[in-house]
């Protein structure tokens, strides 16, 4: 566009274009280095169980992202865990971290059933070998199944409660007898907004009572251990797109339009929405709130 059809002030604005396109730049880029450091992840050791795929992942990359080095990814199968670990160092040293070497990483991959109170004592035992203490623990693995009341086959039932209710006692359980004796730390469980509301059409009454234990639990575990120095909350997500509602809207496209024109905000939420929460409960920026729920669900329960 040529400068003399503009008024003299934008003219002046664009001569002064380049100049201050740097400035600015350099303002954004120093500004973005700015954050509360109480927020930071650094110095802090780690555990996300559910941590190959889906939210567990991300919750992971975000803690790496927060400037945490060493943290173990602990699921079901030792590959996908180890796969997950290397991929979460590949993605900090990527070519737009070039502050960012591999060897300063430390980031692992554990194999555990969460369902199996042994299973977690050996992910912990190989944690602590490893990095010596823990500081911070997020328990997210869990399943979702969607059967009828009538039609939902009882070992399905035990096996959902298994994972979701006693996998995260058993998570935080075992991080607490780490945690007490070393000063204490943060323990987040994943919930869900299913806790809260009933979700339709799609029938899930065990997976929304398993939540809403979970809910519980988390407030329990907080009174009980709050004199002890570790704290105990719970993140609760609204419909996330990750492999677990992917698999679920495979079979049922109306499913998804249904779930969006329910939640406020018209979407479903992307993983990395959750980062914020997930960092704010894991680090010292929440370090006076224990047994509270963070709801990360586009606004769904409030209607
Ligand atoms: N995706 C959503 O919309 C949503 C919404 C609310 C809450 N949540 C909760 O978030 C958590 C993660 O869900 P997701 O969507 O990432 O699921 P996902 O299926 O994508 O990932 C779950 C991970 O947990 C692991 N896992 C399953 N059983 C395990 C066990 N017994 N021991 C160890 N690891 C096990 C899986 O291997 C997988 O890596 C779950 O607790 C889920 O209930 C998810």
Redesign the pocket.
């Known amino acids: 566009m040529a400068t003399s059809l503009l008024p003299r002030s934008a003219r002046v604005a664009v001569v002064l274009a380049p100049h201050r396109a740097r400035l600015m730049s350099t303002a954004q880029s120093r500004a973005k280095a700015k954050f509360l450091p109480d927020f930071s992840m650094a110095n802090k050791v780690a555990i996300v ?2 941590g ?5 992942y991300e919750f992971a990359r975000a803690f790496v992202r927060s400037g945490c080095t060493q943290l173990a990814v ?3 199968k030792l590959e996908e865990a180890q796969s997950a670990a290397q991929e979460l160092v590949n993605t900090a040293c990527s070519p737009s971290h070039p502050d960012s070497k591999p060897s300063d990483y430390k980031i692992i991959g554990v194999e ?4 199996s109170e042994r299973s977690v004592q050996k992910a912990y035992a190989e944690t602590i070998e490893t990095f010596g203490r823990v500081d911070s623990v997020v328990a ?5 199944e969607n059967y009828s009341a009538f039609d939902y086959p009882f070992d399905r039932i035990k096996r959902l409660y298994d ?2 209710v006693h ?1 995260a006692f058993f998570t935080a359980r075992e991080a607490a007898r780490h945690m007490i004796p070393a000063g204490g730390g943060a323990i987040t469980l ?1 919930g ?2 299913s806790s809260s509301i009933v979700n339709i059409p799609q029938p899930q009454t065990p997976y929304n009572a398993s ?1 809403a234990a979970v809910k519980h639990m988390a407030a329990s575990l907080a009174v009980e251990w709050a004199k002890k120095g570790v704290r105990v909350n719970v993140l609760s ?4 797109l ?4 992917k698999t679920i809207l495979a079979h049922d496209q109306e499913l998804k339009k249904t779930w969006e024109s329910l939640t406020p905000m018209g979407r479903m939420g992307e993983p990395e929405d959750l980062a914020g929460a997930i960092v704010f409960l894991g680090s010292d920026a929440s370090r006076f709130v224990t047994g509270t729920e963070v709801r990360v669900d586009g606004g769904y329960c409030i209607i």
């Open positions: 169980t559910g190959a795929r889906g939210l567990g602990v699921d079901l555990c059933d969460v369902s997210s693995a869990g399943i979702v994972i979701n996998g994943v869900s907004m939540k997500p609204g419909y996330m990750t492999k677990l509602t």
